[in-house]
């Protein structure tokens, strides 16, 4: 009897924990759902400008999406910093851009710091005809130094 009513305790408690885990996986997917709304990789709208029908013009976005951060960390190597952080030095450090989030098929928001100072930039991005990157700083703030 003891037994018997010590396994059915345990099944039900196993039974609980196992529905507040999936509940939380739910939860947490549907927050990732939303997080990753404003995303290249989840809009098709953005996805579709890359895809002109020729398949020698088509840019897969899988591939695009690493390509451009890499070129634009690629600027962090600048001595002066970061040209695309859209603010100049301000101590000894440099600017250095350290997320990159490509939005959609036009925009990227990026965090930077110099170590000591940090802020956002939103930058419009352009793949040219020769598949270059070309980056222009559309807004960019620091945030107060606490």
């Known amino acids: 009897m003891f037994y018997s009513k010590e396994v059915a305790f345990e099944?039900?408690?196993?039974?609980?924990?196992?529905?507040?885990?999936?509940?939380?996986?739910?939860?947490?997917?549907?927050?990732?759902?939303?997080?990753?709304y404003f995303s290249l990789e989840k809009n098709e709208n953005a996805q579709n400008y890359f895809d002109s029908?020729?398949?020698?013009?088509?840019?897969?976005?899988?591939?695009?999406?690493?390509?451009?951060?890499?070129?634009?960390?690629?600027?962090?190597?600048?001595?002066?910093?970061?040209?695309?952080?859209?603010?100049?030095?301000?101590?000894?450090?440099?600017?250095?851009?350290?997320?990159?989030?490509?939005l959609n098929h036009r925009w990227i928001i990026a965090d930077f710091s110099d170590g000591n100072i940090w802020g956002e930039v939103l930058l419009k991005y352009f793949v040219n005809g020769d598949e270059s990157i070309s980056f222009e700083v559309n807004q960019s703030l620091l945030y107060p130094k606490d």
Request: proline share 4%; glycine share 6%.
């Open 53 to 102: 029908g020729s398949s020698e013009k088509t840019i897969q976005y899988e591939k695009l999406i690493p390509y451009v951060t890499e070129k634009l960390l690629d600027y962090n190597s600048n001595p002066k910093g970061n040209p695309y952080v859209g603010q100049d030095k301000i101590g000894e450090n440099k600017f250095i851009i350290n997320k990159v989030k490509i």
């Open 11 to 36: 099944q039900g408690r196993y039974e609980k924990v196992t529905k507040k885990l999936k509940d939380s996986l739910v939860s947490v997917n549907a927050k990732l759902k939303n997080a990753n």
